[in-house]
């Protein structure tokens, strides 16, 4: 198992924010994702080895609930934070419509359709149409990778078990192998992390849609972007002079839209005091 937030500190864990954004595929921006309940929890599930940032949110909450009690929802925070570790790192500012409530179930058969690194395009492509985002949205989604980490957890199967000889994803440029490979060695530690993007790793920008086109995508599920005709389309249409000044505000309506998904709000869910356990739960 990949050990959640190792070697990972400071603006890093605030990156993950972003990442705990896959919460909406999980029933809904809920933040259900937040809540530490142990091996039941969500947290759990497979794909979501590694999120970490979570503490990031605790202190926000924490603050918030000193000047204002029982206002700002745990699932507003994340929503709010993955905007500004985009903005942090040189990307679009966004509004962002706040009033969601968080919800009071974390289980992780919820997290049974979260997309996995592994996934085929085809499938990657219907769990997102699951929730109402395009092929478009997965792509525009997809290049959050510009920024981040990723542990060679992640990366091991594309390294050393793609095909049945135990090779690598021919995806993979053929200058850019040995170097995935150097820094995560067959049976090394697996939490080893490497960038997403490795040509502009600090940056928001559309470099790693460049990467996706060029075989120096990291990770196979941006790697599988351009096996596909429909999201092969979408990476071209932004890499160009004209594509790149739309690219920001393209993916910040995406991520608005992302944000939107089964939102809870009247009297569904609550605000809870804290992030990481429902209401009314003895701590
Ligand atoms: C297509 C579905 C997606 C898959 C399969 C996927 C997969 C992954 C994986 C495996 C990692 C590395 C995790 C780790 O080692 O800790 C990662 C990191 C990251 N992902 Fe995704 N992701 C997806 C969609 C998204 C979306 C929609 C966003 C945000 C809009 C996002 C933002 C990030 C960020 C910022 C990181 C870096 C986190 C860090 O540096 O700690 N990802 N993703």
């Known amino acids: 198992m990949v050990e959640k937030g190792l070697k990972k500190t400071g603006d890093m864990q605030f990156l993950d924010t972003l990442h705990v954004k896959a919460d909406t595929y999980l029933g809904g921006c809920d933040g259900s994702i937040l809540i530490d309940n142990g091996n039941a929890g969500e947290r759990m599930a497979t794909g979501n080895q590694g999120l970490g940032g979570f503490d990031v949110i605790d202190k926000a909450k924490a603050m918030l609930e000193r000047v204002c009690k029982g206002v700002v929802s745990c699932s507003d925070i994340v929503a709010l934070a993955a905007r500004d570790a985009v903005f942090l790192r040189n990307g679009p500012f966004y509004q962002v419509p706040t009033g969601r409530r968080d919800g009071r179930v974390s289980d992780i058969s919820h997290a049974a359709n979260i997309p996995e690194v592994g996934d085929s395009i085809q499938l990657l492509k219907s769990k997102f149409r699951q929730k109402g985002l395009s092929d478009r949205d997965l792509v525009l989604l997809s290049a959050a990778h510009t920024i981040g980490t990723t542990a060679c957890f992640f990366i091991e199967t594309r390294l050393y078990n793609f095909t049945q000889g135990g090779g690598s994803?021919?995806?993979?440029?053929?200058?850019?192998?040995?170097?995935?490979?150097?820094?995560?060695?067959?049976?090394?530690?697996?939490?080893?992390?490497?960038?997403?993007?490795?040509?502009?790793?600090?940056?928001?920008?559309?470099?790693?849609?460049?990467?996706?086109?060029?075989?120096?995508?990291?990770?196979?599920?941006?790697?599988?972007?351009?096996?596909?005709?429909?999201?092969?389309?979408?990476?071209?249409?932004?890499?160009?002079?004209?594509?790149?000044?739309?690219?920001?505000?393209d993916f910040a309506e995406a991520m608005v839209k992302m944000g939107n998904i089964g939102v809870k709000t009247g009297s569904q869910g609550e605000i809870r005091r804290i992030c990481t356990a429902v209401n009314g739960v003895p701590l």
Not at 169 to 177: G, H, S, T, V, Y
Not at 190 to 196: C, E, F, G, K, T
Not at 221 to 245: E, F, M, P, W
């Open 169 to 249: 994803d021919p995806a993979i440029n053929p200058d850019f192998l040995p170097k995935l490979k150097a820094k995560c060695p067959f049976r090394g530690d697996i939490n080893v992390r490497l960038p997403l993007d490795p040509v502009t790793e600090e940056t928001f920008d559309v470099q790693i849609l460049r990467n996706i086109r060029d075989g120096l995508a990291v990770i196979e599920s941006d790697a599988r972007l351009y096996d596909d005709r429909a999201t092969k389309r979408v990476v071209d249409s932004y890499i160009g002079q004209r594509g790149s000044s739309a690219f920001g505000q």
